[in-house]
C-alpha cells in the first residue's frame, strides 16, 4: 500500500469518527470496529448471487436465513433463525417452516412467510452462480412456484424432487443464498424484471444485525446496526472492513491502533506482532482448501500422465513449512478436516523423480507452456511463484497471470485459464458443498455455464463421479455414507485435474480489547454482531 492510500484509511476512520484526521489515532472508538481485510472479491451484495468470501461476511451479517449458525457455539450446529420450527411430511419430501414473530427489516417491514417464499423462489429464477444449492433438490424455475409456498403470514412449505437427508437440505439453507430478503424493497427497485438484483448488488434489504450503508469497491464497506433489529443490541454499532492488500500494512495499522482486527498477516507479520503490548493473535481452523485446477480445454493439460507429473512436483512441505507457516497446513482431500467422510491421507510429495518418469510417458514429454491465473494476494503468489519454479524444473514454461479476486474469478468462471491457483470454502457444513463442486458436473457444454460447479469451470465432465456424489446425498447410513466420501476422494486424488494442497488455519491479529471474535470456523463466516471491545 502507498503512504498516500494509508492516510486515506486514517481519513476515512476519523471522518467516521466525527473529527479530523489525525496522524496517528490511539485507538478505534468503544462502539466501532475496524477491520483491515482483503475485500477485492466483492462483486455483489445480493445474498441470491454473492458468492465469494468477503461478499459471504457481508451477508452472514445482514440477512437473516431459516435457520443459521450461533456464532459463540458452532460445533452445536444450525439452529432456528427466522423459522422457531419445522416439520417434515411422511414422505420426506416437504418441509413446513413456522416463521417466528418479531423478526423485522432494515426497512421497517416485518419479516413474513411471503418474503421467505419470494426470496428461496428468486433464487432459483435469477439462475445466478450459487443458484445450484437449492436447484439440486430438484426445483427449476418452471415448478418454484408450486414447490415453495407461504400458506399463510407465518407459514411457508418447500416440497423436494425425493426424499433427502433432513440434515443436508438444512444445512444448504444456511448457505449464503439462503438469506432472507425483503420483498417489498426489492420488488420497489426492480428493474426489467430483475427482482432488484441490479438495486441490491450495491445495496442491502435484510433483518440481520446490521445494514450496509456504503461500499467502494477495492476500498471499503461501512455497515451500521439495523434500526429494526430483533435481537440484542450489538456492542458494535459501526462496522468498517477496509481493503488493505499488503501484510505489512495491516500489522503497521494494527500496532498503531488505527485497526482492530487484521485478517491478512503473514506468518512473519504474525510473528512480529505477537511481541507487541496490546495485540494478540487468534488461531481459527477453517474449512477453506487451497487447490489448483487444469483446464481440460488445454490438450496438454488433459493427459493424465502431465497431471500425474504436476502434483509430484509440487512442495507441499515445504511452503507449509515456510511462508505458509502456522496458516495453510498440508491438506490434499477435496473434504476439509472436521467434515464427515474428510479424507487425511496425503498420496503426493515432492519427487522430481516421479514427476519427471510420469511426464516422459505422456504425450507432452518436453511439456510445453502452462500459464498460471492467480489472485494479487500474498499467499496465493508465494504458492503460484514456488509452482513456477518446481515445474520449471520438469521444462515446463510457466507464467503467471496476476490479477484482482474479481479479475480472476471472471476468467475461472468463463473456463479461459490454463491453471487456476486460488482457495476454496464450504458452502455449507455438508460433505456434498464440497463433492458437489468438485466431484461433479451434470452438463460440461460452455453454454451450460454451470460456474458453480468447479468442475464445469474446467471443462472436466467428472462421469465417473457424478452418480456416486448424487448416491451419497440421499444415503441415510452415515457410516455408509461417511464411507462413500472416502472412496471418491481417494479416487479423485489420482484422476481428476485439481491438485489440491492445503487447508486453512485463519491467524486474525487483533487489539488486546477485542473480545468474541469468530470468523465462522469450517462451516460459516465472520460474525461482527458478538464482538465487544
Request: hydrophobic share 40%; charged share 25%; with cysteine.
Amino acid at each position: 500500500m502507498t503512504h498516500r492510500k494509508l492516510l486515506r484509511t486514517t481519513a476515512l476512520v476519523a471522518a467516521l469518527m466525527g473529527g479530523m484526521a489525525a496522524p496517528v489515532l490511539a485507538e478505534t472508538p468503544p462502539n466501532m470496529l475496524v477491520i483491515a481485510n482483503r475485500i477485492d472479491d466483492i462483486k455483489t451484495f445480493d445474498p441470491q448471487e454473492s458468492f465469494e468470501f468477503a461478499g459471504a461476511d457481508v451477508s452472514r451479517n445482514v440477512y437473516e436465513k431459516l435457520v443459521n449458525f450461533d456464532p459463540m457455539d458452532l460445533d452445536a450446529g444450525f439452529g432456528p433463525q427466522l423459522a422457531e420450527s419445522w416439520e417434515i411430511s411422511e414422505d420426506g419430501k416437504t418441509i413446513t417452516f413456522k416463521i417466528a414473530e418479531g423478526h423485522v427489516f432494515s426497512s421497517g417491514n416485518p419479516v413474513t412467510a411471503k418474503d421467505v417464499e419470494f426470496s428461496l423462489r428468486r433464487a432459483v429464477k435469477l439462475d445466478k452462480t450459487p443458484s445450484f444449492i437449492i436447484t439440486q433438490f430438484g426445483l427449476t424455475a418452471d415448478n418454484v412456484d408450486e414447490m415453495v409456498k407461504a400458506t399463510d403470514d407465518m407459514t411457508v412449505s418447500v416440497t423436494l424432487d425425493k426424499q433427502y437427508a433432513l440434515s443436508f437440505v438444512l444445512n444448504c439453507l444456511t448457505a449464503t443464498i439462503g438469506g432472507i430478503v425483503d420483498m417489498e424493497t426489492a420488488m420497489a427497485n426492480e428493474i426489467d424484471g430483475d427482482m432488484g438484483n441490479e438495486w441490491l448488488r450495491t445495496n442491502t434489504a435484510g433483518s440481520g444485525p446490521y445494514k450496509v450503508v456504503d461500499w467502494k469497491p477495492n476500498e471499503s464497506v461501512l455497515m451500521d446496526l439495523n434500526p429494526n433489529y430483533h435481537g440484542d443490541k450489538p456492542a458494535m454499532e459501526r462496522i468498517i472492513v477496509q481493503h488493505i492488500q499488503e501484510s505489512a500494512t495491516q500489522r503497521l495499522q494494527l500496532e498503531r491502533g488505527d485497526i482492530d482486527i487484521a485478517r491478512n498477516l503473514s506468518p512473519e507479520d504474525v510473528a512480529g506482532a505477537m511481541e507487541v503490548d496490546g495485540v494478540k493473535v487468534l488461531d481459527e481452523q477453517r474449512g477453506q482448501i487451497m487447490y489448483w485446477a487444469a483446464n481440460q480445454k488445454n490438450e496438454m493439460l488433459s493427459d493424465p500422465k502431465v497431471l500425474e507429473a504436476l502434483k509430484w512436483s509440487v512442495d507441499y512441505q515445504g511452503m507449509a513449512d515456510s511462508f505458509l507457516k502456522g496458516q495453510w497446513i498440508v491438506h490434499q482431500a477435496y473434504l476439509p478436516l472436521t467434515f464427515l467422510g474428510a479424507l487425511e491421507d496425503k498420496p503426493f510429495g515432492l519427487d522430481m523423480d516421479k514427476a519427471k518418469a510420469a511426464l516422459a510417458e505422456s504425450g507432452f514429454p518436453d511439456c510445453g507452456p502452462i500459464k498460471i491465473s492467480v489472485r494479487e494476494a500474498q499467499e496465493r503468489m508465494d504458492i503460484a511463484q514456488s509452482l513456477q519454479n518446481t515445474w520449471g524444473q520438469l521444462g515446463c514454461e510457466v507464467e503467471l497471470i496476476v490479477g484482482t479476486g474479481a479479475q480472476t474469478l471472471d476468467r475461472y468462471r468463463a473456463r479461459e485459464h490454463d491453471i487456476y491457483v486460488g482457495a476454496w470454502g464450504p458452502d455449507y457444513p455438508d460433505p456434498n458443498t464440497n463433492a458437489g463442486t468438485f466431484a461433479a458436473n451434470p452438463d460440461n457444454a460452455d453454454e451450460a455455464g454451470n460456474t458453480g460447479y468447479l468442475a464445469w469451470r474446467n471443462a472436466w465432465d467428472a462421469a465417473a463421479f457424478n452418480d456416486g456424489t448424487l448416491a451419497a446425498v440421499v444415503e441415510n447410513d452415515t457410516e455408509a455414507r461417511k464411507q462413500m466420501y472416502l472412496d471418491s476422494q481417494a479416487q479423485f486424488q489420482q484422476e481428476s485435474p485439481f491438485g489440491i494442497m492445503f487447508q486453512r488455519i485463519e491467524q486474525s491479529g487483533l487489539r488486546s480489547n477485542v473480545e468474541n471474535w469468530v470468523v465462522g470456523g469450517a462451516t460459516t463466516a465472520v460474525s461482527y454482531w458478538v464482538v465487544t471491545k
